[in-house]
């Protein structure tokens, strides 16, 4: 089992010297793999306008502070560049980390960022369909021209050309979007409030996701699970608001659920921590200890 860590996304406003200070800490205290958001801005629901720090830029600057840990988007959102763009952006990524980077896509979701950064928000699936070919063909190392409704790159390659290609993971329960990624992705990965956060629920999602994965032709047992998992360090919520459908995990039971969450069938858990600080990263690296050297 391999427990990542995301850091802060819009909990606060949070800079560069405290994120690759966060970063640190989860590598030294044995966290297998750090993660950042991929949005642009979040606004609506009665709430401050909030936005986070492009998460390529973040991942690249990541990459050159860290040595071991994996590191990704949760998820990258494929309507946000050009898909040739975007992949010549995971391959850069890739070769400052060293061969880290999990390439975890999706097809967004939040609305009033598409609109505010003029981005289509219309046929998100489509869209997603066609970027995806075009993504996993070049980080594949092939020469690419593709002419979709919504996608035209014209003998597209990657130079210099990656050392690898990268791990593939897929963050969607969309239908058609599964039906486009998972013949060719590496992993899976799920937000927290998809299955309630609990290990039923993930167990009752994961057997909906090996079902789509036999749907096109590939044993289950070939693409990795990933689950994100909130958890509190202290009962009255701090920078996040609590869902009653799904609660956060107690720190205090974070071992047991971890273990609950591997006989769901998750290969991997990522933490989506409440408060996200060095200190919290630190205190469930010391709680976890056992798992995380296992």
């Not at 970063?23 to 297998?32: I, S, T």
Request: aromatic residues 8%; hydrophobic residues 45%; contains cysteine.
């Amino acid at each position: 089992m391999r427990v990542g860590v995301q850091l802060p996304e819009v909990e606060r406003e949070v800079r560069w010297p405290e994120l690759v200070s966060m970063a640190c800490a989860a590598e030294r205290v044995g966290f297998d793999s750090i993660w950042v958001g991929d949005h642009l801005l979040y606004r609506g629901n009665g709430t401050p306008e909030r936005g986070p720090w492009e998460a390529w830029t973040q991942l690249a600057g990541l990459a050159a502070a860290t040595e071991r840990v994996r590191l990704g988007p949760l998820v990258a959102c494929t309507a946000f560049h050009a898909p040739a763009m975007l992949a010549k952006q995971a391959a850069t990524v890739d070769e400052i980390s060293g061969g880290r980077l999990v390439l975890a896509l999706g097809a967004g979701w939040n609305e009033p960022e598409f609109r505010a950064f003029g981005l289509p928000f219309d046929h998100r699936a489509s869209r997603f369909e066609e970027s995806f070919e075009v993504i996993r063909r070049l980080m594949a190392g092939e020469y690419v021209t593709f002419r979709g409704r919504y996608v035209d790159v014209e003998d597209a390659v990657l130079l210099p050309p990656p050392t690898r290609r990268p791990r593939l993971m897929i963050g969607s329960t969309g239908e058609r979007v599964l039906r486009a990624a998972l013949p060719w992705v590496d992993a899976w990965n799920s937000w927290f409030d998809w299955y309630g956060n609990i290990p039923e629920g993930f167990a009752r999602g994961n057997a909906k996701i090996s079902r789509a994965v036999e749907a096109v032709g590939r044993d289950p047992a070939e693409i990795e699970r990933s689950a994100c998992l909130m958890v509190a360090m202290d009962d009255a919520p701090g920078e996040r608001s609590h869902d009653a459908e799904a609660p956060p995990v107690p720190a205090a039971g974070i071992v047991g659920t971890i273990d609950a969450m591997r006989e769901a069938g998750a290969d991997e858990v990522i933490l989506v921590v409440d408060p996200i600080t060095e200190r919290s990263i630190e205190e469930l690296g010391a709680s976890l200890a056992a798992v995380l050297t296992a």
